[in-house]
């Protein structure tokens, strides 16, 4: 059927139109059907073809051309249906037990049955997840189509003749010949505070077996990035509790901050002790799953539990197995409910994992639609794909709440290679990088980051003034150390100078380390950066240097509370105070030395 239409003032010679029933109609009722078509259609000559079908429970469905108008028993109960879940979904409104019963009294005391216009189609093919629609010619990119078995697909394709539906549910229950009908609604997911500490599909399902969500809320999955004039600049610090991190390429709530390295190098677990270190700091975490293994999100699940982290995480899970079309639509629908959180003025952080794999899933449907996939960086490709996602993430201004999402989104290299085309679009999207070298990674230096290839476009704003004032130079002197130690390793007749900066340049490494799931605080970070920088960590053996760190922190916690208590609420690092832990720490360290050579003697 041709996607032509007819000039309003044309006469068209006959309209053929086909009229389901339950109780045969009378003559006046075909005749009152045959003037309603003329007048809509403009036509000269009516053919009414008529044939029982006994699921409508009465009344009658008029079919003509691509559209249709529901009179029947059945359409009256669609259409209330969609009254009442308009006013459950709706966000303004008290959905107390007593408020849903008078919603009821009042929707079915006053409710008056109107014919149903909808637009439908034909299925002509299908199979791989794609089913194509004759008809449906007015439907919308981004539209939901229903089809008769109650299967929901979205629009990705609109062509000439046909539109390219991408299935949600299994493609084995939809078939040639069968109906489609518009929707008039774009793709979205039912969203509540019901979904923190559960885990859901791309759809918004839930697949813990802990029992339904009810959602108070529809958004759309997509829609357009908040305007520059609607955003505040990224100042607030979003601590990941990781050292090297905070330290040297901060974070801020509103920030973009891509996590780039090889496979098996520690992406996931620096987002999962982001997602830890966020406990009863009131930011909502989502960690959106996608193209993983479902053992993968398991074990993940599984470490927010154990560290008490879960209650403030929403998991969509889009795994390996899925199809294609929920691995595509699962950041999105991570980011419309971030959004709902966010325009109650919350802080929320979401992690994608990975957009590498997000990229083969939107590339395998592009290729199931017959598309040309593009060139590399081509704009309307995989680049638009992951631009417009990421550009949700902002902080809006104080007039529309202040709230915020932040996007930690996850890509894998191959060998290193940051030039390739996906990590470059996602390097020039993002405002800044973490990358994490696999080279670094084997000799035991995890979180393995490259300090020369890692970055903050926000830096020192999103750090508080006593991070700031404790890094110093600490970026500069592990730059140094690496280039000196690449220069010294042949040598063997060092001066004294030489020696001490290798042997400084080793502690800081240590330091920097850090096992999974073991954040540290704000103070704890400045407290070892403090002691660092006045070189405390020389003249410990590097194996011994990580239990110093622990056993230090774990003392002034113990006994100089009101250390970490003025850096908590100052915020602030003073001279005084910077000269107090000098001299707190310079004590245990003698301490600590004599302890450790008494053990040994």
């Known amino acids: 059927m041709s996607r032509d239409i007819d000039l309003d003032d044309e006469k068209k010679d006959l309209v053929e139109a086909e009229l389901l029933f339950v109780t045969p109609p009378g003559k006046e009722q075909l ?12 036509a000269e000559r009516v053919e009414i073809e008529t044939r029982e079908d006994k699921s409508l429970g009465g009344g009658f469905i008029l079919r003509v051309e ?10 009256r109960i669609r259409q209330l249906k969609h009254e009442l879940e308009s006013h459950v979904h709706n966000e303004n409104a008290e959905n107390t037990q007593e408020n849903i019963i008078s919603i009821l009294r009042e929707q079915i005391d006053g409710f008056e049955l109107s014919a149903e216009s909808r637009e439908i189609g034909d299925v002509i093919r299908v199979g791989d997840g794609i089913a194509y629609i004759d008809g449906i010619n007015h439907a919308a990119y981004g539209e939901v189509v229903l089809f008769d078995n109650g299967v929901k697909g979205m629009v990705m394709n609109i062509e000439r003749d046909r539109t390219g539906v991408m299935l949600f549910g299994d493609e084995d229950d939809v078939y040639e010949g069968m109906q489609a009908a518009r929707t008039m609604s774009q793709a979205g997911i039912g969203v509540s505070e019901d979904m923190l500490g559960r885990v859901i599909n791309a759809l918004g399902d839930p697949i813990d077996g802990l029992g339904k969500i009810d959602t108070s809320a529809y958004k ?6 908040p305007p520059i004039i609607d955003r505040q600049p990224v100042n607030t610090p979003m601590e990941t509790g990781i050292l090297a991190i905070d330290s040297m390429f901060p974070i801020g709530r509103g920030q973009r901050e891509l996590i780039i390295g090889d496979r098996q190098t520690g992406k996931t677990s620096i987002a999962v002790d982001t997602i830890i270190n966020q406990r009863d700091k009131g930011v909502i975490c989502i960690y959106v799953a996608i193209g993983q293994k479902a053992s993968t999100v398991a074990r993940v699940v599984q470490t927010l539990k154990n560290n008490d982290a879960l209650d403030h995480t929403i998991i969509v899970n889009a795994t390996a197995s899925e199809p294609a079309s929920l691995q595509y639509i699962a950041p999105y629908a991570g980011t419309a409910v971030a959004e709902y959180f966010m325009e109650q003025g919350r802080d929320v952080l979401i992690v994608y994992d990975d957009l590498s794999k997000h990229a083969v899933a939107y590339r395998e449907i592009s290729l199931l639609l017959n598309r040309p996939p593009g060139r590399e960086a081509f704009p309307g490709d995989v680049f638009y794909l992951h631009s417009r996602l990421l550009e949700r993430s902002s902080r809006l201004s104080p007039e529309l709440g202040g709230g915020s999402i932040t996007a930690l989104p996850v890509i894998e290299t191959q060998e290193g290679d940051v030039s390739s085309y996906i990590p470059t679009n996602v390097i020039s999207i993002t405002d800044g990088q973490i990358f994490l070298e696999g080279d670094l990674f084997f000799e035991g230096q995890r979180p393995a980051v490259n300090v020369g290839l890692s970055v903050s476009r926000v830096g020192g704003a999103a750090q508080s003034k006593a991070m700031k004032a404790a890094a110093g130079s600490l970026r500069i002197d592990l730059a140094q150390y690496r280039e000196m130690e690449v220069f010294t390793q042949f040598s063997s007749d060092l001066d004294q100078v030489t020696k001490d900066q290798l042997e400084n340049g080793r502690a800081l490494m240590e330091i920097l380390k850090q096992p ?8 704890e970070q400045v ?4 002691a660092a920088n006045a070189k405390l960590f020389m003249g410990i053996p590097a194996n011994g240097v990580k239990r110093f760190q622990w056993d230090m922190l774990k003392d002034m916690k113990e006994n100089h509370a009101g250390v970490i208590s003025e850096l908590q609420i100052q915020q602030e690092l003073s001279q005084p105070l910077k000269e107090t832990i000098i001299g707190i720490v310079g004590k245990y360290k003698e301490e600590w030395l004599e302890q450790r050579r008494s053990k040994t003697e």
């Open 66 to 75: 691509n559209e249709e108008y529901d009179w029947s028993n059945r359409g």
């Open 31 to 42: 005749k009152g059907f045959e003037e309603f078509i003329k007048s809509k259609y403009n």
């Open 527 to 530: 407290i070892t950066l403090v």
């Open 220 to 225: 759309p999955i997509e829609r357009p990035a």
């Open 516 to 523: 999974i799931g073991m954040p540290l605080s704000g103070p």
